[in-house]
């Protein structure tokens, strides 16, 4: 297999991974895969219904880059891989939540499902493996999601009509004795539920912000001022608590992460005046007390109650909504309820592992980088400059982890693609133009922290729910 290392000034920085999609057809079909994802062509074009294009592009990009797939699970490199180890963990504790309750043909079943979005995780971390086809990746998810937001606006304005952006209707309390109804937007594909693109919606902001804050570029990104503005107003009209508990949580995490964490908690005091550009629905901290906020607190009790009766290999993967006729709308505690402490705790491990691994890389990049990235006469294709612009994107895609951690405590989303692309892409930022002293690797001090971490979790959700329930 072939190594790619950085130019002979600086030989300590190397490429994680093997580079074994020489020709880039893997990285072009997993990107068209993504494409896919977010302007979903069945949703445009009626006469593509029955035309599975997703499952098409990824099994061709596995056949394309299979030898990507098996150099990741062998196991000396998923040690150097924590959240690929805990992935494996969570795909393992899926098969034991139905094992345990004798239940064969649902756990083949949810194997089968579950594995999909692990392999879309692999295929992101083996083929974003430079540092040029991290920035194409990165730009590529922010100007889809641009654009599914730009339609959905087209659509709301009545300019465009497109059957699958047509918006919801919502019921909102306005005052004591009064309410009010609001459309919602929502998106193309998955992105049905307000919820779900209000929060995918927060990513596109975050990414797209990093493009306009670029030094060393000049004028043109300016040009990023446009995306940001659409994705701004597409996340006011979504009407998403969610997704502004998202982008409340974003901005103080791309502070700290640049500056200080002392600074970005500063901050995050200050977010609450964030609200007052939002709508009445987004902003309504009554619905702690009462509608869809306490409902979801009681659903989070009954979740912890039947964690409680299966508390180390869970209920079992995909049954918790035909228990309780309901998702627990916390990704979390939703993992715990049907997986158990072992597949729970490896959920929570992923996004620790995630977190902490980019954290640890703050400031890595060498003085000569630095330099390098400040000129504004650098070369834009030397290794240097890419390496400099990897350092700082990598905190917006610190921010852009954070932001969706935010968003999924409010939604049960722990088995689909979105929470599978932004682990892959939090890893891949991870694993570039760093040394061999900074690479995190599954160790005693990970796995006791993540343990640690995922009981403090689940501690703090049944406070939670003592603490609001009825309030």
């Not at 599975?52 to 990507?68: E, K």
């Not at 098969?95 to 692999?122: D, I, N, P």
């Not at 908690?265 to 939002?278: G, K, Q």
Request: charged residues 10%.
């Amino acid at each position: 297999m072939a190594s790619v290392a950085f130019d002979n000034s600086d030989q300590t920085l190397q490429l994680a991974l093997p580079i074994d999609d020489r020709h880039g057809w893997g990285f072009g079909l997993l990107l068209a895969a993504v494409a896919t994802l977010f302007l979903r062509p069945a949703d445009l074009f009626l006469e593509l219904t029955d035309w599975p294009l997703y499952q098409f592009l990824i099994v061709g990009c596995v056949v394309v880059s299979g030898r990507t797939i098996v150099h990741q699970l062998l196991n000396r490199n998923i040690v150097q891989q924590p959240v690929l180890a805990c992935l494996l963990v969570l795909l393992a504790s899926v098969v034991l939540s139905h094992l345990s309750h004798g239940f064969f043909w649902g756990a083949r079943a949810s194997f089968l499902e579950c594995s999909k979005v692990v392999v879309l995780y692999v295929l992101i971390v083996g083929l974003v493996n430079t540092p040029r086809r991290l920035l194409a990746f990165i730009q590529g998810l922010a100007v889809l999601i641009t654009l599914v937001a730009s339609l959905a606006l087209l659509d709301r304005y009545e300019l465009v009509s497109v059957a699958a952006l047509e918006s919801i209707v919502d019921r909102s309390v306005a005052e004591l004795d009064s309410s009010e109804y609001v459309d919602r937007i929502r998106g193309t594909g998955i992105f049905q539920d307000p919820n779900d693109f209000g929060l995918i919606l927060v990513i596109g902001l975050v990414l797209s912000v990093s493009f306009l804050m670029q030094p060393g570029v000049g004028w043109p990104r300016y040009v990023w001022l446009l995306p940001c503005g659409v994705l701004l107003s597409t996340i006011a009209f979504t009407h998403s608590r969610g997704a502004l508990l998202s982008l409340v949580c974003a901005i103080p995490a791309t502070i700290a992460y640049w500056r200080s964490a002392r600074i970005g908690m500063a901050v995050l005091l200050l977010m609450p005046f964030v609200a007052v550009i939002f709508s009445s629905r987004m902003t309504d901290v009554g619905a702690m007390v009462e509608g869809t906020g306490q409902s979801r607190i009681q659903i989070w009790s009954d979740s912890i109650s039947i964690w409680k009766q299966y508390p180390l290999f869970g209920l079992g993967e995909g049954l918790l909504f035909g228990e309780l006729g309901v998702v627990t709308h916390n990704s979390f505690l939703h993992c715990f309820a049907e997986l158990g402490l072992l597949g729970g705790g490896a959920f929570v491990a992923c996004f620790w592992g995630s977190v902490v691994g980019l954290w640890r890389l703050r400031g890595s990049f060498t003085d000569s980088h630095q330099s390098a990235y400040q000129n504004h006469h650098f070369n834009f294709k030397s290794h240097q400059t890419r390496i400099a612009q990897v350092a700082h994107h990598r905190t917006f895609v610190f921010a852009a982890v954070v932001a969706y951690i935010a968003g999924i405590l409010t939604l049960s989303r722990q088995f689909i693609m979105p929470t599978y692309l932004i682990l892959g892409l939090a890893s891949a930022a991870a694993s570039l133009g760093i040394t061999d002293a900074q690479k995190w690797r599954v160790s005693q001090s990970f796995v006791l922290s993540a343990v640690v971490v995922s009981l403090v979790s689940l501690v703090a959700f049944y406070a939670a729910v003592r603490i609001f329930i009825h309030w």
